[in-house]
Nanobody
Framework: QVQLVESGGGLVQAGGSLRLSCAASGRTFSRYAMAWFRQAPGKEREFVAAISWSGGSSDYADSVKGRFTISRDNAKNTVYLQMNSLKPEDTAVYYC???????????????WGQGTQVTVSS
């Protein structure tokens, strides 16, 4: 089992950048694929990005390709989401998730953090 805690959210102007972090507890972090999802008010939770246990494979939603980068540091039990060229439509609560397999569907992920708010002003 793994516990996840997100940080790094905040308020930023359109065009700006933020880096989210997700710290995981437990000695088996390196066995898990990690992902970021987001949920805007009144909308369903949607996939943002995922990275394999080794960091060798990653996947992105079309809406964030070229702007967001997911990475991980297994020595620090942490996964990151670097968000550049932010847009107002990126405003959402961002959640970190963990699972044994790399996927882009909400139901595939067994472990979730509490989320961190990202607000992009126009």
């Amino acid at each position: 089992q793994v516990q996840l805690v997100e940080s790094g959210g905040g308020l930023v102007q359109a065009g700006g950048s933020l880096r989210l972090s997700c710290a995981a507890s437990g000695r088996t972090f390196s066995r898990y694929a990690m992902a970021w999802f987001r949920q805007a008010p009144g909308k369903e939770r949607e996939f943002v990005a995922a990275i394999s246990w080794s960091g060798g494979s990653s996947d992105y939603a079309d809406s964030v390709k070229g702007r967001f980068t997911i990475s991980r540091d297994n020595a620090k039990n942490t996964v990151y989401l670097q968000m550049n060229s932010l847009k107002p439509e990126d405003t959402a609560v961002y959640y970190c998730a963990a699972n044994y397999g790399l996927g882009s569907t909400y139901s595939e992920y067994a472990y979730w953090g509490q989320g961190t708010q990202v607000t992009v002003s126009s």
